[in-house]
């Protein structure tokens, strides 16, 4: 952001960098209807719901550090008061705004804001005004009093708040599937329903082997087993096929299990059925 404009009249200048962030707030919210963007895109990450599609697992405090504002995409509160940029949504902040401005435009340090870590994303416990005032003075880092939050998943691929429906659903699935290491990351759906259908899916295939084996499996030994003995040759044979696309692997594989069970209804997998599904595609 082009640092704010110093004419050498503090007051003025405040009143100035709000109506400025004002304008910019407006004129974003025009521009993504223009485009027709989702509604969330211009909206705060609530921490809760992220914490929450997350799975919360604990917290500790470490401290006062110097964070990087590009890094803040959330809040604790105040999610109506200020847009994803921290730019002010109405006139309703001006007075307690343009007062910490003006502070800034006279040399004052802003105080330290208190956060939340996830992952690298920082979330405002207090500190929402000063964060918004930085980010209008043109300023890239800030101090903050941290506290780290630990989660089951990580929050990358977290943009909007769209976006935690799919991490929740993840997070179920590997709750219902606990795969682990390179497993556990090589299963990437786009749809947050299909992990749920995936789920079952494996719960099935291992009821069927635990009948087959008369024994039964906890639910690490059933996703361990569904993996390697029923997943990575089933998508080796696709990607050996050209079946995969543009889908991921896992997806490739939900679409292929399906129509392999529609078309032939078997829970088997050979070149008959491989040949089936390549013909149906045509």
Not at 28 to 37: D, G, I, P, T, V
Not at 193 to 209: D, I, K, Q, S, T
Not at 253 to 264: D, S
């Amino acid at each position: 952001m082009t640092p704010a404009k110093d004419t050498g009249f503090p007051r003025a200048d405040a009143e100035h960098d709000f109506l400025r962030a004002r304008r910019r707030q407006v004129l974003s919210r025009l521009a993504n209807w223009l485009r027709r963007e989702p509604d969330d895109v211009n909206i705060m990450l609530p921490f809760d719901e992220v914490v929450e599609a997350l799975g919360y697992q604990g917290e500790r405090r470490i401290g006062l550090r110097v964070i990087r504002l590009d890094s803040i995409v959330g809040s604790v509160d105040r999610g109506h008061d200020f847009d994803r940029r921290f730019r002010p949504t109405s006139g309703r902040v001006r007075e307690r705004w343009e007062r910490l401005a003006l502070a800034a435009r006279r040399g004052e340090a802003l105080p330290p804001i208190e956060v939340y870590r996830v992952g690298e994303l920082h979330f405002i416990i207090d500190g929402h005004h000063r964060v918004s005032v930085a980010l209008a003075m043109g300023l890239s880092t800030v101090d903050a009093y941290v506290t780290e939050v630990r989660t089951k998943l990580t929050p990358s691929g977290i943009r909007y708040r769209g976006d935690l429906i799919v991490k929740d659903y993840r997070r179920l699935f590997l709750d219902r599937v606990p795969l682990t290491g390179q497993a556990r990351a090589s299963i990437v759906l786009s749809d947050p329903w299909h992990y749920a259908m995936l789920g079952e899916h494996v719960e099935a295939w291992g009821f069927r082997l635990m009948q087959d084996e008369g024994t039964f499996l906890d639910r690490a030994t059933v996703a361990s087993r569904w993996y390697a003995d029923e997943y990575q040759p089933v998508v080796e044979m696709l990607r050996q096929a050209d079946l995969v696309g543009d889908r991921t692997e896992a997806e490739a594989y939900m679409w292929v299990a399906g129509e392999r069970y529609r078309l032939i209804r078997t829970h088997r997998w050979d070149d008959d059925v491989i040949e089936a599904l390549r013909s149906h595609r045509r």
